[in-house]
């Protein structure tokens, strides 16, 4: 395998422009004739939509907790098989959480990129630029990109002081019609973003316009990543004389605006396992196609509510599935759909499909944020929950989820005939075993008498 030129994008915390500094490093590789691939660090989708957008290639996960460092490091070999640069963006602040963007970069080699909003800083910039490069001795920062200056005299200033091993690679200007519109769970999806490529257009011209340096040229590309034999397996690593312990089975996933939270690695992961995945749209008016199992993925059903309720055949063919026992997933904002009633931000009252007993209701804060580990009947499986809605349900939970990071967040996982339903958001390749058992539908239902 040949070396890749690859980097760590990262920050001092959250909210200093790592997403749309990655994607404008992306689309200006992109737009020069290279290939580049882009992962993120730590569980996200909505950051993911837009770099995949950037760069012309899905955006996979890079996390030590939820796929493992063999894991990871086989996505990484496989990207490097065929790119020309690899971008990670980090989560949160470079050495925040267990593990951390940095522990990612130790493993791998990956040479860091921070950026740091100078919006409110002059030469007080290098000295926490000097700081995230010297606290540890195990990664390397190679440079250092300034957000947000206010002027070419302001850019100046915030270089002043920057060691000689710590180049400014670029100095971006403050502009908010570069922004990106948010809601309550971060960035609005790039798929409701009619001008999506005209604004991924304008940052690469805002970074290729301030740029001095090469990043290519400021760190060693990293040493080539051997393939290994993972201990959780990839969709690469399964091979023709593999098992598929779905081979024949039609499993549809609903994939829209709506239910839109899906790691690519998830659906990788099935039809590796010989799974015919039918990906359709609610939203849409589409019908459930003929599947032996069904995943509803999180997303927003408190927004497209009225859509839902508008296809005439949708909660009916949910109905008809269940009834039929067959395996059905659904985390998060798919449970929600599946409750009696959903409130939306604003008290509007709307009526779900009515399989899972239960009232769910959005709220102004965060209710919950953080990794999870749950035990499935199966094994333990891996992911994360974040989510500005509560739920009430007489239904007995079959587990409760731990956060590694002693947060409070510890979802519960529900089990009703073939249903299992969860506010967690399940990284899939965490157990491939389980997965395939669940929706094999060999799976336990002793648990599931409720």
């Avoid at 994607?23 to 992962?39: E, H, I, K, P, Y």
């Avoid at 829209?256 to 939270?261: G, R």
């Avoid at 519960?412 to 899939?428: E, P, Q, T």
Wanted: glycine residues 8%; aromatic residues 6%; proline residues 7%.
């Amino acid at each position: 395998m040949t070396a890749c030129p690859a980097f760590l994008i990262s920050a001092p915390a959250s909210g200093q422009g790592k997403t749309s500094v990655t994607a404008a490093m992306a689309r200006s590789a992109r737009r020069r004739g290279l290939r580049v691939r882009v992962f993120k660090t730590g569980p996200d989708y909505l950051d993911p939509m837009v770099l995949a957008r950037a760069s012309g290639h899905a955006v996979y996960q890079l996390d030590l907790f939820m796929g493992g460092e063999s894991h990871c490091r086989q996505l990484l070999a496989d990207a490097a098989k065929d790119a020309d640069l690899i971008l990670v963006e980090g989560v949160m602040g470079l050495f925040d959480g267990q593990p951390s963007s940095a522990d990612l970069a130790a493993a791998f080699g990956l040479p860091v990129l921070v950026v740091l909003d100078a919006s409110a800083m002059a030469q007080t910039f290098a000295a926490l630029a000097t700081g995230l490069a010297r606290f540890r001795d195990d990664i390397h920062v190679a440079g250092v990109i300034a957000n947000r200056v206010g002027s070419d005299a302001h850019a100046r200033m915030v270089a002043e002081g920057l060691p000689g091993d710590l180049p400014l690679v670029a100095a971006l200007k403050r502009d908010s019609g570069l922004s990106l519109p948010e809601r309550h769970l971060g960035l609005v999806q790039a798929l409701e973003l009619p001008q999506i490529d005209a604004q991924l257009d304008a940052w690469a011209d805002a970074w290729d316009a301030v740029a001095t340096i090469d990043i290519a040229r400021i760190g060693a590309p990293i040493a080539p990543i051997p393939a290994v034999a993972p201990e959780r397996p990839t969709a690469s690593t399964v091979d023709d004389a593999s098992p598929r312990p779905l081979a024949g089975r039609r499993i549809a996933v609903a994939n829209d605006a709506c239910f839109s939270f899906i790691y690519p690695a998830n659906l990788d992961l099935l039809r590796a396992f010989g799974a015919e995945v039918l990906e359709f749209s609610p939203i849409a008016g589409e019908d459930l196609p003929a599947c032996d199992a069904l995943w509803l993925p999180g997303g927003y059903p408190e927004l497209h509510a009225d859509a839902l309720r508008a296809n005439p055949s949708f909660f009916a063919s949910l109905r008809a599935h269940m009834a039929a026992s067959r395996p059905l997933l659904a985390e998060c904002g798919g449970m929600l759909v599946l409750v009696d009633e959903l409130a939306d931000a604003d008290g509007r009252i709307h009526a779900m499909a009515a399989l899972m007993p239960g009232h769910a209701a959005m709220q102004k804060r965060l209710a919950a944020l953080g990794l999870q580990a749950i035990d499935w009947p199966e094994g333990e499986l891996r992911g994360h929950t974040f989510h500005y809605s509560t739920m009430e349900t007489p239904l007995a939970p079959i587990a409760t989820a731990r956060n590694p990071n002693a947060g409070r967040a510890a979802e519960r996982l529900y089990a009703l005939g073939s249903l299992r339903a969860s506010y967690v958001h399940h990284y899939f390749p965490s157990n491939p075993p389980a997965i395939a058992a669940f929706f094999a539908g060999t799976a336990s239902s002793s648990h599931a008498k409720n």
